[in-house]
């Protein structure tokens, strides 16, 4: 069974179809790269899997259930989705990775928190820093940290290295196979085309709001 699968799709804003007739299956573990021109409707693809909106014709199942029967607070614990800017509030880093603890009534995890601050290059030491001192790069990797403290079974990545230099590139990019190697499903939106092949095995491309092939690469 598919973990999320498209069954002709479309999604439409006023007279606009910004997507038309997908369909498309995405198995559990599967890494995937979007491309596509800009416009074609890559973004509009990742919302409609987490359910940020909905299709206005066609049927999206997620583990085999309608997107539409299930409670999107609910689904979005299972599909963490991370902006190309990343949103942070607040203070502090403290602040910020303390809030999924705190939705959830749960004590903050230290441990599981220090372990993803060193996979992504950064120490314990930075939890009091003030987010209006962190790097374009910084904030990118907190605003992810923030999603993985509780483990999604999809990540849904909108080109969130184009503002990155090369150094902090690779740390999200290594990070990201790692979580990939431990089960989780990766879409990754990307105009990258070296970073498009570099670690996914499946390339779909999306051009005019209708996918043009969805290419094997491993």
Not at 192 to 201: G, V
């Amino acid at each position: 069974m598919s973990q999320i699968e498209f069954q002709h799709v479309t999604y439409q804003a006023g007279e606009k179809a910004i997507l038309r007739d997908i369909s498309v299956q995405i198995d559990a573990g599967d890494y995937i790269s979007i491309v596509g021109p800009s416009g074609s409707g890559k973004s509009t693809f990742l919302k409609l899997c987490c359910h940020l909106i909905s299709p206005t014709e066609g049927i999206l199942l997620v583990n085999g259930t309608n997107i539409m029967q299930q409670n999107p607070i609910e689904l979005r614990k299972k599909i963490g989705y991370c902006f190309q800017t990343p949103l942070l509030f607040g203070d502090t880093i403290e602040e910020n990775l303390n809030y999924p603890y705190l939705i959830r009534n749960q004590k903050m995890d230290s441990d599981r928190i220090n372990m993803l601050l060193s996979r992504f290059n950064m120490g314990p030491d930075c939890l009091n820093q003030n987010i209006k001192n962190l790097s374009g790069g910084e904030k990118q990797r907190i605003a992810l940290i923030r999603i993985l403290l509780f483990k999604p079974e999809v990540l849904l990545l909108d080109e969130i290295t184009s503002a990155l230099d090369i150094d902090n590139t690779e740390i999200v990019e290594k990070a990201i196979q790692i979580l990939n190697g431990e089960g989780i499903t990766i879409l990754w939106v990307t105009h990258n085309p070296a970073q498009s092949r570099k670690y996914a095995d499946k390339l779909l491309t999306i051009d005019n709001g209708q996918i043009k092939s969805l290419e094997m690469l491993k």
